[in-house]
């Protein structure tokens, strides 16, 4: 099985959520972007190298443990009191519009990829995945302000438009090409010595 399809159940996920900000806020004029950021931080307040696990402390005082796994190659620079600081970024493009060539010969394309940060820096580690989808409108309910879309696998959800003049120009059979892209980074911060 090769890395698209086994991330395909996923990523037909992620359209279905993804999809509603990106339909709603589509216009029929140009592609439109969303994108959103959250951050959070939490403090090292147990490592136990035997185990591989690290207890960490949230800003609202929540503690956990997490299992470390071996692909952490740096884990003996964590120490008591560092802080560990993760950001997810997602972004979604949406277009009402014809596919291309290329876009009706693979529907659905999924890219990932990562990296670590080199010695001598302060430990950090990044994943990113970029995905486009091509979907077909199946359903317009201007009353109830939806649209059910049919993915390229056969796959079918219906998305909530929060503008309803959205809901004018598209027609049933019409395309949605979504280009989605999504990032984490996890960085250690060290504590002062």
Partial sequence: MDRRTAL???LIACLAACMLPAFAQQTTAAPRTMEQTVE?????????????QVTLKNEDGETSTIDVGP???????????DTVRATYTVGITS???APTEEEKAEPLVAVEGG??????????????????????????????QTATLKGPN?????????????LTQPRIG????????ESVVLSLEKVAK
């Fill in 40 to 52: 959070s931080t939490a403090t090292v307040t147990a490592v136990d190298r035997e185990k591989r």
């Fill in 154 to 166: 056969g796959n079918y959800v219906t998305v909530k438009v929060q503008d309803p003049t959205l």
């Fill in 71 to 81: 692909e952490v190659k740096r884990f003996d620079e964590v120490a008591v009191g």
């Fill in 115 to 144: 990296g670590v940060a080199p010695e001598g820096q302060a430990p950090a580690g990044g994943a990113a995945r970029i995905f486009r989808v091509v979907a077909t409108i199946e359903a317009l309910d201007r009353t109830t």
């Fill in 95 to 97: 277009e009402l519009r």
């Fill in 8 to 10: 395909r159940p996923l």
């Fill in 174 to 181: 019409d395309t949605v090409v979504v280009t989605a892209a």
